[in-house]
């Protein structure tokens, strides 16, 4: 499942917040199930839910066996359009971009912090400029109202691309798409890049 929005759409001071938006997608509960119960679901089919993301786009991936296709298809989607929003997932993922950010990059991941040192220079002042997981001071500012507002108003039918790939019936596809009919048909405009 491709969104095309990423951290180049982040607000000023809430660097982070399409990231975190989207972990919470990915590593957080639902309506019906807590992300716990999302784990306990997933463990038998041999499944997860895995997501990553750039500056322009979030992609949200899977892999299952074709005789669990169903019950996966129906918690990937369950994911995407039913989010809990618990506040415990919030503050893990939000801890765990924290970490990310001020630990593992500037820490342990030479490779990776000479990259964003490179583009922090290549891109000043510009949306390309920030780590895509976010900066600590922006991770800190954002709140879970943040995020709920920024799904409402990003993770939209107009932003979407469905794909599948592999042995699944003729009419998942369809099927499957249909589901996504529930978003919004049209958010808000992806930033204009100077």
């Known amino acids: 499942i491709f969104f095309h929005i990423g951290s180049a759409s982040d607000p000023a001071g809430k660097e982070g917040l399409a990231a975190l938006t989207a ?15 999302v784990l306990d679901a997933l ?6 839910i895995g997501f990553y993301g750039d500056r322009e786009s979030f992609v ?9 296709l169903e019950r996966y298809a129906e918690l990937l989607a369950d994911q995407l359009l039913s989010p809990r929003f618990a506040p415990d997932d919030f ?3 939000q801890q765990e971009a924290i970490d990310y950010v001020s630990k593992a990059l ?3 991941d030479d490779e990776a912090l000479g990259k964003q040192a490179m583009a922090s220079v290549l891109y000043r002042n510009h949306p390309y400029g920030h780590p895509t997981r976010g900066t600590e001071a922006g991770l800190r500012a954002i709140t879970l109202d943040d995020v709920k507002a920024f799904y409402a108003q990003q993770f939209t039918r107009d932003h979407l691309i469905v794909g599948v ?4 019936p003729a009419d998942f596809p369809e099927r499957f798409v249909k589901r996504f009919s529930a978003l919004p048909s049209k958010g808000h405009a992806l930033p204009k890049l100077p």
């Not at 972990?23 to 119960?37: C, F, P, V």
């Not at 463990?43 to 997860?48: D, H, L, Q, R, V």
């Not at 949200?60 to 669990?68: K, L, M």
């Open 23 to 37: 972990a919470m997608l990915g590593k957080g509960g639902t309506t019906q199930r807590s992300y716990g119960e």
């Open 43 to 48: 463990y038998p089919m041999a499944a997860e």
């Open 60 to 68: 949200f991936t899977g892999t299952v066996h074709r005789d669990n």
């Open 91 to 93: 503050q893990r993922n």
């Open 106 to 108: 500037r820490g342990n």
């Open 165 to 168: 790939a592999g042995g699944f």
